[in-house]
């Protein structure tokens, strides 16, 4: 059973950091290339970064350029996002997903995800 698990959401005042993670289980994901989405209330789940299998290429938004990072522990079977210099219009649940074919800004090309973890920007 492919399980994947987020952690390291939270509160934090505009231009402050965080770090999250997402943990997979039941499957070994250095296999698998992992993408991160957040949704906002009312607004669709859009994508924020994507790793390759190999760690090799990534993709960020426009949005999270520059203050965003997202790097892969295989042999911890983690995937995180460092987050630096938040602003208020990143507050959104996160998810991580996870896929055997490349990266991709559609959630629909996504086959297992997580459960979310909320970021909420605000002083």
């Known amino acids: 059973h492919v399980q994947l698990v987020e952690s390291g959401g939270g509160l934090v005042q505009p231009g402050g950091s965080l770090r999250l993670s997402c943990a997979a289980s039941?499957?070994?994901?250095?296999?698998?290339?992992i993408a991160w989405f957040h949704q906002a209330p009312g607004k669709e789940r859009e994508a924020v970064s994507c790793?390759?299998?190999?760690?090799?290429?990534?993709y960020y938004a426009d949005s999270v350029k520059g203050r965003f990072t997202i790097s892969r522990d295989n042999t911890k079977n983690t995937v995180y996002l460092q987050m630096n210099s938040l602003k208020p219009e990143d507050t959104a649940v996160y998810y991580c997903a996870a896929d055997r074919g490349a990266c991709s800004a559609y959630p629909a090309d996504f086959d297992s995800w997580g459960q979310g973890t909320q970021v909420t920007v605000s002083s």
């Open positions: 039941g499957f070994p994901l250095k296999d698998y290339t």
């Open positions: 790793i390759s299998v190999s760690g090799g290429d990534t």
